[in-house]
């Protein structure tokens, strides 16, 4: 089985940058789809970023389009997730997770997901 560790989380002013890391043990993502959420106090976790099982297609939540980049190592062991333009609104915990039947109109509900890493905090604040 996979277990996924993430880190890069931290504080950053409105406008600034931050890269999350999700690293794979245990295995590779290479059968895997793979995804970002992230989760505010009080609010639903909340899709941002994936790859789909059986292709390099990449998603996107819509709040975070145009500013957020998915991307992953040729080896497939790592995840990123490049941040930029953040906001005040970005501010959460943000997860890696990952599944190996999951499908395609499935991807972008946290609840169909079978493996979790533990979070990484992002705050943004001036």
């Known amino acids: 089985q996979v277990q996924l560790e993430e880190s890069g989380g931290g504080l950053v002013q409105p406008g600034g940058s931050l890269r999350l890391s999700c690293a794979a043990s245990?295995?590779?993502?290479?059968?895997?789809?793979v995804a970002w959420f992230r989760q505010a106090p009080g609010k639903e976790r909340e899709f941002v970023a994936a790859f789909s099982r059986n292709s390099d297609r990449t998603y996107y939540g819509d709040s975070v389009k145009g500013r957020f980049t998915i991307s992953r190592d040729s080896a497939k062991t790592t995840v990123y997730l490049q941040m930029n333009m953040l906001k005040p609104e970005d501010t959460g915990v943000y997860y890696c997770a990952a599944d190996s039947k999951i499908s395609l109109s499935r991807l972008f509900e946290a609840r169909h997901y079978d493996y979790w890493g533990q979070g990484t905090q992002v705050t943004v604040s001036s």
């Open positions: 245990g295995g590779t993502f290479r059968r895997y789809a």
